[in-house]
C-alpha cells in the first residue's frame, strides 16, 4: 500500500470503530482497531517518512480521527499532537475522555503507543 492508503486505512477505521460504538447491537469484535493500529504498524515501519504521512489526519474534519492520529504522533509532532489533544479533552463523551487518558499517559510517562 501506498503512504496515502495507509493514512486513508486509519481515518477510515478509526471512524467506523467510532460509528459502530454508538450502533445498538454493534459487533463487541474491534476489528476497525485492529485496522487502524496495523495501518499505524505499516506507517511505522517506513520511518519518520511514514509518521509524516499521518500527520495530514492532526486536521481531519472528525476530532475522533483527529485525536487517534495525534495519540498515535505524540512522540514524534509532540506540539502539534498535544495542541489536538488538549482542544478535544476540553469536550464532552468519549472523544475527550481518550483524549484526557491519552495526556495523562503521556505526562506520567506511561505512553507507548509508538516506542522508539
Known sequence: ????????????NV??????????????EDKHGDRYV???????????????????LLKHPRVD????AAAFLLRYRTAEARAVLEKAAKGEGLVAFGAQQTLKGWEEGTWELDPE
Open 65 to 68: 480521527v483527529r485525536t487517534t
Open 15 to 28: 471512524a467506523t470503530q467510532t460509528d459502530a460504538i454508538f450502533q445498538a447491537g454493534a459487533d463487541p
Open 1 to 12: 500500500m501506498t503512504l496515502e492508503e495507509l493514512v486513508r486505512e486509519f481515518a477510515e
Open 38 to 56: 496495523a495501518a499505524f504498524e505499516e506507517l511505522r515501519a517506513r520511518g519518520d517518512e511514514g509518521r509524516a504521512a499521518l500527520c495530514v
